[in-house]
């Protein structure tokens, strides 16, 4: 079931399961995805009694913004805000948070931030926040090429191609990052809807383009930006989750991120599976927020 609600600079779409007194968890899609990557996850869940909400982040599917001049971010700090503010607006004291790409990064961000209002942390890719003053420093090359997409949307010819044909730019990431996932036409279909959101390219550009520091961010979010500059860590009970197959995560994936965790922490790798890993391997994520339940 879709509803909507005005959360922060925002009028949010999202879908919401299980028991409306259960205990609440809020999954959080990445990019190019939507919320249908928890379709599975979000059914195990509200099967074990929880209130579950699954939001289209900004940018993305019928999620809007409340005024014409807020700025089109998608800078860290402000898919933090909007998930804040989607919990105020519903009345969530406290959650579980669980997402993957730019949703793990928005539970990452309130959990280091907003501790008391996270019951526990699953992070597909680990401690996902931002080091945008080291974002200068090459990496290695087999890393680099992995980025590809990152660099060619800091230029107008990325911007372009993005707004041109971003049904089939956004395919191909879902096949090189998920290489051993075979989702057909139709489950593809479905997500791309949500990429026909009026905002979804200034929003995309923008978060590749400030994650560099090529783009300023929108002053709301300064103090904020500045807090995660020192690398937070996060002291909630902590789930974090690697796909094996993951075609876009860097050398290693999450090893070695245990030094940004200060409480209970686990690791695990899903063999197999790619970067969409609540739709590649949903009984490995819904079992991962069920643990911290």
């Not at 409306?20 to 999954?27: E, P």
């Not at 074990?48 to 700090?77: K, W």
């Not at 020192?230 to 991120?257: E, F, N, R, T």
């Amino acid at each position: 079931m879709l509803n909507r609600i005005d959360a922060g600079v925002l009028n949010v779409t999202y879908a919401e399961s299980g028991d409306a007194d259960g205990r609440a968890v809020v999954l959080l899609h990445g990019f190019p995805y939507d919320i249908h990557a928890y379709d599975d996850v979000s059914g195990l869940l509200a099967a074990a009694g929880c209130r579950v909400i699954t939001p289209y982040l900004r940018g993305y599917g019928p999620t809007r913004f409340l005024s014409a001049d807020t700025p089109r971010s998608g800078q860290q700090a402000a898919l933090a805000h909007d998930l804040l503010a989607l919990m105020d607006a519903l009345a969530i004291p406290e959650a579980v948070l669980a997402g993957y790409d730019w949703g793990g990064r928005a539970a990452c961000i309130v959990a280091a931030l907003w501790p008391q209002r996270v019951r526990g942390l699953v992070s597909g890719g680990g401690y996902n926040i931002q080091d945008i003053a080291a974002s200068v420093k090459p990496q290695a090359p087999e890393n680099e090429w992995r980025y590809w997409y990152q660099y060619y949307f800091h230029g107008e010819r990325g911007r372009a191609g993005l707004a041109q044909d971003r049904y089939a730019f956004c395919q191909l990431l879902w096949r090189l990052w998920s290489p051993n996932w075979r989702f057909d036409e139709e489950t593809y279909r479905r997500s791309a809807a949500a990429f026909d959101n009026p905002d979804f390219v200034e929003v995309v550009i923008h978060s590749y383009r400030h994650r560099f520091g090529l783009s300023p961010g929108d002053p709301a979010y300064e103090n904020t930006e500045s807090l995660l500059a020192a690398q937070p860590p996060i002291s909630v009970p902590a789930v974090v989750l690697d796909g094996a197959g993951d075609g876009v995560s860097l050398s290693g994936g999450s090893a070695g991120h245990e030094r940004f965790f200060s409480g209970p922490y686990q690791r695990r790798v899903v063999p197999v599976a790619g970067h969409n890993l609540p739709q590649e391997a949903a009984q490995e994520f819904a079992g991962a927020i069920l643990a911290l339940l």
